[in-house]
């Protein structure tokens, strides 16, 4: 079993930026893609980025050129930086974890991150 704990959510205005980090209970990172998801009210849950195990990333259009993914494999913790925020960005945000098979999925409890002035 793999916990996952994010944190770094709040209030925001339009234009501000946020850090979320999720921190994984054991060392996962090159077996795993991680990756961030995010829900808003009445929305399906849509994958914001991932990075696979060499590094790659992948970003939703919505967010490229404004969030970043990265982590930290000495800490087990992956990040998503979000700058220039949106309303439109305000949803939990869940840190995830998926296996190169996809046979394991792991989420965190989610973190909320509301864009509002």
């Known amino acids: 079993q793999v916990q996952l704990v994010e944190s770094g959510g709040g209030l925001v205005q339009p234009g501000g930026s946020l850090r979320l980090s999720c921190a994984a209970s054991r060392s996962i990172f090159s077996r795993y893609v991680m990756g961030w998801y995010r829900q808003a009210p009445g929305k399906e849950r849509e994958l914001v980025a991932d990075?696979?195990?060499?590094?790659?990333?992948n970003y939703a259009d919505s967010v490229k050129g404004r969030f970043t993914i990265s982590r930290d494999s000495a800490k087990n913790t992956v990040f998503l930086q979000m700058n220039s925020l949106k309303p439109e960005d305000t949803a939990v945000y869940y840190c995830n974890a998926v296996n190169l098979g996809a046979t394991i999925n792991y989420w965190g409890q989610g973190t909320q991150v509301t864009v509002s002035s």
């Open positions: 990075i696979t195990g060499g590094g790659r990333t």
